[in-house]
C-alpha cells in the first residue's frame, strides 16, 4: 500500500489505513524465532482469531459442569460466539461494543425472537421479551402487570421457588396458596382434582420445575377462574421439551440453566395482558413498555440475548425440542435408574412421576461419604454436584448442554463409588 505523503500534521496517523495492520499478531502465519536457542523453534500463529478450535481439544480443557445455573452451555455454541467475539459477522467490532439499540442489535434480537417462536411454535398473539433482572425480578413484575391490588391470585407451591413467588406477590395482590408440599419436603405435585382454586382469582401460578427439589410438572392445571390464566416460572426446564403456549397465559424463564447465560429473562406473555399495569409499577418492569419497544427499553442485556439466540438456533438445528426431549429422557433415565438400582445407596425422594429431567437430587445413604464423593468426582472433573444449602445431599443438574457422556460418567463413577464404599 503506497504511503500517504505527510502533508499535515497528523498525516503519520492515517498511514496506518488498514486496521489490523496495527494488530501483528493477528496476521496469518507470524512466526518468531527464539534467539538463544541453539536449536531454533519457531512459533506459528495463523489466523485463529477467526478459527474455532476442533472441539476436541477443547473438550480435553472442560469439565463436566452438573451446577443448576448459570450452567454449561453448548461447546458448539460458546466457540461460535468466540469466533464471532472479535469481528461480530465483519462489523468491526463486538456484540458487546455496539449500539444496544442500532441495527445490528436489532437484528440480533429479532432472530433470536425468531427462533424462540419457531422452537416453542409461539403465535403472533403473544409477545416474546427479553428483559433484564433474572426470574426473581419476575416474582414481582407479574402481579404488577397481570393484577390490582385487590386482586385474588392462587399459588400452587411445589418447591422453595414457587414460594418466594408467592411472598413477593404478597406486596402486590392477595396471593392463595392452594396447596404448598413443604410439610412433605416438597417431592410431589398434587392431584388437579381435589385443588380448591379461587373462582376469582386473575392467574394460577405455578413453578414448572423446580430446580432445588427436582420436581416437574409433567401436566398442567387449568385456572379454577374461566377467565384467570396459568402463568408458569420455566427457568430450569425452559426448552428442555415441546410445551404448548396456548395453556398459559404468561411463561417467564431466566436464562442462566438451559438457554444463556445470567442476567437475561425471557418472558412470553399474552398481548391482551398487557397494558394494565398497576400505578407503581417501575418503568423497568412494565411489559408494555417493553413490548413496544421490541425488549430494547431500559439497556437490554446484549451480550446475553446474542448468547440465548445462538442456544436457539442450535437447538433448531438439533431438530427442535422434541428430539431435544428425546435426549433429556435418556440422560435422565440412565441417572435416576442408577440410583434406583442401588439398594438404597442412593436415593432420590422425588414421586417417580414427577421427577425433573433437569435437576436430579439425591442422598446418600452415608451421607459423612457426600464430602469424600464430591471430592472424588472434582478429581474426575464432574464438578458442582452438591446439593442445594436448603436440602444437601447431591444434586445433578443436566440441562440440556449436559451431554450424555457426561451422565453416562457420572454414572460409572457412582457405580465405582458405591463398590469401593457399600
Ligand atoms: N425460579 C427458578 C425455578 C429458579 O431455579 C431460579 C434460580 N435461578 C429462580 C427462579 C431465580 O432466578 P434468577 O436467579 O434469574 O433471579
Keep these: 500500500m503506497a504511503a500517504t505523503p505527510l502533508t499535515t500534521p497528523n498525516a503519520h496517523l492515517l498511514q496506518k489505513t488498514h486496521h489490523s495492520q496495527s494488530h501483528a499478531f493477528l496476521k496469518p502465519k507470524t512466526a518468531f524465532h527464539y534467539p538463544t536457542s541453539r536449536k531454533p523453534f519457531s512459533v506459528s500463529c495463523s489466523s485463529t482469531i477467526q478459527d474455532r478450535p476442533s472441539l476436541q481439544s477443547q473438550s480435553q480443557d472442560r469439565v463436566f459442569n452438573f451446577a443448576a445455573g448459570p450452567a454449561t452451555l453448548p461447546e458448539n455454541v460458546l466457540l461460535k460466539a468466540q469466533t464471532e467475539l472479535y469481528n461480530w459477522r465483519g462489523s468491526g467490532m463486538s456484540v458487546m461494543e455496539m449500539s444496544h439499540r442500532g441495527k445490528d442489535f436489532r437484528s440480533i434480537i429479532e432472530k433470536a425472537e425468531a427462533d424462540l417462536r419457531a422452537l416453542l411454535n409461539i403465535s403472533e398473539d403473544y409477545a416474546v421479551l427479553f428483559l433484564q433482572g433474572g426470574a426473581t425480578t419476575q416474582f414481582a413484575s407479574v402481579p404488577l402487570n397481570l393484577c390490582q391490588p385487590d386482586d385474588t391470585v392462587d399459588y400452587l407451591v411445589t418447591g422453595s421457588w414457587g414460594d418466594k413467588a408467592f411472598k413477593e406477590a404478597k406486596k402486590y395482590c392477595k396471593p392463595k396458596v392452594v ?73 417467564y424463564a431466566g436464562a442462566q440453566k438451559n438457554v444463556g447465560p445470567s442476567g437475561v429473562c425471557i418472558v412470553i406473555v399474552r398481548k391482551d395482558l398487557i397494558g394494565n399495569a398497576q400505578e407503581i409499577t417501575p418503568v423497568m418492569l412494565d411489559y408494555k413498555i417493553h413490548a413496544d419497544n421490541n425488549s430494547l427499553y431500559n439497556t437490554p442485556p446484549c451480550f446475553g440475548i446474542y448468547m440465548c439466540g445462538l442456544v436457539f438456533e442450535d437447538l433448531l438445528e438439533q431438530g427442535g425440542l422434541k428430539e431435544v426431549e428425546k435426549k433429556n429422557e435418556k440422560k435422565a433415565g440412565i441417572l435416576y435408574n442408577a440410583i434406583d438400582e442401588s439398594k438404597g445407596f442412593y436415593r432420590c425422594p422425588v414421586e417417580k412421576s414427577v421427577r425433573s429431567l433437569m435437576n436430579v437430587p439425591f442422598t446418600l445413604e452415608k451421607s459423612e461419604l457426600e464430602a469424600v464423593f464430591l471430592k472424588e468426582a472434582e478429581k474426575e472433573k464432574m464438578v458442582q454436584l452438591k446439593g442445594h444449602r436448603s436440602v444437601g445431599g447431591m444434586r445433578a443438574s443436566i440441562y440440556n448442554a449436559m451431554p450424555l457422556a457426561g451422565v453416562e460418567k457420572l454414572v460409572s463413577f457412582m457405580k465405582d463409588f458405591q463398590a469401593k464404599h457399600a
Design 179 to 251: 396447596w404448598n408440599g413443604k410439610s412433605e419436603n416438597y417431592m410431589r405435585v398434587p392431584s388437579f382434582d381435589g385443588l380448591e382454586l379461587s373462582p376469582n382469582a386473575k392467574y394460577l401460578h405455578i413453578c414448572a420445575n423446580e430446580t432445588i427439589y427436582g420436581v416437574e410438572f409433567k401436566d398442567y392445571p387449568v385456572p379454577g377462574n374461566p377467565n384467570g390464566i396459568l402463568v408458569a416460572d420455566m427457568s430450569s426446564n425452559f426448552c428442555s421439551k415441546p410445551v404448548d403456549v396456548t395453556k398459559f397465559g404468561l411463561i
